[in-house]
């Protein structure tokens, strides 16, 4: 237990982050090492700064934000196995982008992401309903209902979608991908980074609202207020997400669940963690996505969903033989 620890203290994944971090910057098909650096041409300039530069900030924002908000939506629901992908937030989102191109096609990105956060929010406030009035002895069949309730919103998506002739804009969205990330192109993930820092504000009483409504109302706390913050939170930050690179899928499933593993319950203290291993696993994926078939990509919504299936597995596996 000792050695999984070291491997997930603050100082390794920083360090792993750094090294990471570094590598990225300089794969991909246009030839640029570190020394480079020192003496860059024009074209060398352009790919750092409008696009290897905004990829990494953008994978990074990225990474931390979906881990964090997965591990909020985990507290919240009192489930290990609830995130955005599993919860319905993000086929919600989905469904608001359809919705915001059909009857606001020439708003701005801001617009059509305000709508998204809507239906996301709203889709999530009705899976978190759904969980109040099921009551179900097993957790698994939790996730199962959700990942039931967000296949009824995407059946709806893709049908009108194909009525109306958007279905490659749609499908867009259903597979993340940082390779059209460049400059102009991220900044909304920014929105991303108050969040954040919001979400670490409101850690404790997030840890208090995740022991139930009654203890939290017997020590004073506004459970709805908190809650309601929380969701907001969720849905936020996956549409964001979502409209800028696409859908990642198990990142706020996976990480919560190894950080928790070790770190235990408590939402402050595990935040921190949760965010460096985030940013640390998206950034390895996205590194082996850029190099399995190089000079070729893979969508990180592929490597992410391939090695995150796995890890999920291993957890419902493990969680049996404990049981």
């Not at 997400?241 to 899928?249: A, L, M, N, Y």
Request: proline share 3%; net charge positive.
């Amino acid at each position: 237990m000792k050695d999984v620890s070291f491997f997930l203290s603050k100082k390794f994944l920083a360090a792993v982050l750094l090294l990471l971090s570094v590598t990225s910057l300089f794969i991909g098909v246009k030839d640029l090492s570190p020394l480079d650096l020192f003496s860059l041409d024009q074209s060398q300039r352009q790919v750092l700064l409008i696009s290897r530069l905004p990829r990494l900030i953008s994978l990074i924002i990225a990474g931390v934000s979906m881990s964090v908000v997965g591990l909020i939506m985990q507290q919240l629901s009192r489930n290990k196995f609830v995130s955005p992908t599993t919860g319905g937030t993000d086929d919600s989102a989905r469904l608001g982008i359809l919705v915001a191109m059909l009857l606001f096609g020439n708003a701005p990105t801001m617009g059509k992401m305000l709508v998204a956060f809507v239906f996301a929010l709203a889709g999530t406030f009705l899976f978190m309903k759904l969980l109040d009035r099921i009551k179900l002895r097993d957790a698994v069949f939790i996730p199962l209902v959700g990942l039931m309730f967000g296949n009824i919103i995407s059946s709806v998506t893709t049908f009108f979608a194909y009525k109306y002739d958007l279905i490659q804009n749609i499908s867009s969205w259903l597979q993340g991908n940082f390779s059209l990330v460049m400059s102009g192109r991220y900044e909304l993930l920014y929105i991303s980074i108050p969040l954040v820092i919001v979400a670490y504000i409101f850690a404790d009483k997030f840890t208090i609202s995740g022991m139930g409504e009654e203890f939290a109302v017997n020590l004073g706390l506004n459970y709805r207020q908190v809650v309601n913050i929380g969701l907001i939170i969720v849905a936020l930050v996956s549409v964001v997400v979502i409209i800028t690179v696409g859908t990642i899928p198990f990142l706020g499933l996976i990480i919560p669940n190894l950080v928790t593993l070790m770190r235990g319950d408590h939402l402050k203290k595990s935040l921190g963690h949760t965010a460096l291993l985030g940013a640390v696993f998206i950034l390895g994926c996205d590194i082996l996505g850029r190099v399995v078939i190089y000079p070729y990509e893979i969508p990180i919504g592929l490597t992410v969903g391939v090695i995150g299936s796995g890890i999920f597995l291993y957890l419902l596996l493990r969680r049996k033989v404990y049981e």
